[in-house]
């Protein structure tokens, strides 16, 4: 009846944002070799760096804040956090660890060796790291519907069935220790898995043998997006829908700073006692006895109540549409980005807003380093910069597969106003977008090189 999108919530303690000019930020970004990682985030106006726990606890959360029960061994937090996740996902063993790549290090550990294959929609960088530094290979088959940016195909983040089942005939089943897919697939633009895309691969990982894990770190923004556009789903709640997703695993991890809407916080899940049996002794070693693996008792009892918050569908209507109203904004001015939009973050196509800069001009910082000096708003480049490589000895510089930048949207942290300033800055900034410059690196690590990188502008803006 209405069009308005309204929070679902009252804030009840807000925190300051400094103001800022653009000439300051002129200044700072300079300052910051013009890596928008190398900002203070104060100096940031809306920052869209990540979705990973910066979201807005709620009050009820801090509440269980001061009723965490700090016990080192069998503290009452760790049952409530065990009993709100099984009770999400239905998984019996659930291990805490500090944040979800703590729990991909244990699973991999426990289950791969070197010279194994780990099939995955897409792997997350970490999931990737945690796979490579066992010895094993860490294959990413996405649906080839991904390539199409502007299609309106609603699930984009689907894994690609075929070449599953090339991958288990090429290596065998004794290869493939275990076949992931992230829930929304978050390397593949935040897009979301079908049902029917989890059942099909769950039937083929059957019939090998194989288990089937989840990283489930956005599973309810899934099982959202499921309700939203896949047939049969509309009727069903999203508590049904995450279980019935978690059904047709093993195990999964996750990462609680996304959905669980935790500042920090994560867990290892399988229905296997005897492989639980072995990951708590992994955890034992270096996150922490298993009652309280990697975090405090007051950490267990917030992601415990978040785990319940995170499948209110008020909350969920008003996220997933709050995204999609950026997107549809954006894309109405002509800005290309990735569509349809998922649940957590918007994908601007930088190589197409500035089709001027080659791809190791880098139109990516171009694009998130235009948005902070004009309005302030941070974003991250998901390009060249992240995904290139350089020779040291020819001094050459390769490109990455795609030239992005994610507007990575924190949970019940900003309201529709703030949202409707972002889509004022990116189109400013598409607007002057003959004119952005491209930049060189003119100090880089050997690894991981964006988030260190100094760069400077090859010309000044306009
Ligand atoms: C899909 C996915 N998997 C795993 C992780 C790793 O989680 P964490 O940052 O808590 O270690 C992330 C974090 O961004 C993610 O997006």
């Known amino acids: 009846m209405f069009n308005t999108i309204i929070e679902p919530f009252r804030i009840k303690v807000i925190e300051q944002i400094k103001m800022t000019t653009a000439e300051e930020r002129h200044g700072m970004i300079k300052d910051a070799g013009y890596n928008i990682f190398a900002l203070r985030s104060e100096d940031v106006i809306i920052d869209l760096l990540t979705d990973s726990g910066t979201g807005a606890m709620s009050a009820n959360q801090w509440g269980g804040i001061m009723r965490g029960d700090e016990s080192y061994a069998g503290s009452p937090s760790y049952f409530h956090f065990r009993d709100s996740v099984n009770d999400i996902t239905g998984f019996e063993h659930i291990i805490p660890t500090h944040q979800g790549r703590a729990a991909e290090r244990i699973l991999f550990s426990v289950m791969c060796k070197e010279g194994d294959i780990v099939p995955n929609n897409s792997h997350f960088d970490t999931t990737r790291a945690n796979v490579e530094f066992r010895g094993a290979i860490a294959l990413d088959l996405p649906s080839l519907e991904l390539a199409d940016m502007d299609s309106d195909f609603p699930f984009k983040g689907d894994m690609d069935v075929a070449r599953l089942l090339e991958t288990f005939a090429e290596y065998g089943a004794e290869r493939i220790p275990l076949v992931m897919m992230t829930v929304t697939n978050n390397s593949g633009g935040g897009q979301p898995v079908s049902m029917a895309n989890v059942r099909e691969v769950a039937g083929v990982c059957r019939e090998n043998g194989t288990p089937l894990y989840l990283d489930a770190c956005r599973i309810t923004e899934n099982a959202y997006l499921i309700k939203q556009r896949e047939p049969g789903y509309a009727d069903k709640t999203v508590r049904a829908i995450v279980r019935e997703m978690c059904d047709l695993a093993e195990g999964c991890t996750m990462s609680a700073k996304k959905d669980a809407i935790v500042n920090m916080g994560g867990f290892l899940a ?138 990575a949207i924190p949970r019940r942290t900003y309201t529709q106003s703030h949202m409707d300033y972002v889509i004022e800055v990116v189109v400013k900034a598409f607007e002057e977008r003959d004119s952005l410059p491209g930049y060189r690196i003119v100090e880089q690590a050997p690894f991981l090189r964006h988030f260190s990188a100094k760069l400077e502008p090859l010309a000044q803006r306009g």
């Open 270 to 407: 399988t229905r296997d006692a005897a492989l639980a049996q072995e990951e708590k002794v992994l955890l034992i070693l270096t996150e922490g006895f298993p009652t309280y693996g990697g975090l405090s008792g007051r950490d267990l009892e917030a992601l415990a109540i978040g785990m319940q918050e995170a499948v209110d569908e008020d909350y969920l209507h008003y996220r997933i549409a709050s995204t999609h109203y950026v997107g549809q904004h954006l894309r109405d001015a002509g800005v290309p980005l990735l569509w349809p939009t998922g649940g957590h973050a918007i994908y601007l196509d930088a190589e197409r807003i500035a089709p001027h800069l080659a791809p190791t001009q880098y139109p990516g910082v171009a694009v998130a380093n235009a948005m902070y000096e004009l309005g302030g708003v941070r974003a991250c480049e998901i390009g060249s910069l992240m995904f290139g490589s350089h020779n040291p000895a020819t001094g050459e510089e390769t490109a990455g597969p795609r030239e992005l930048v994610r507007l």
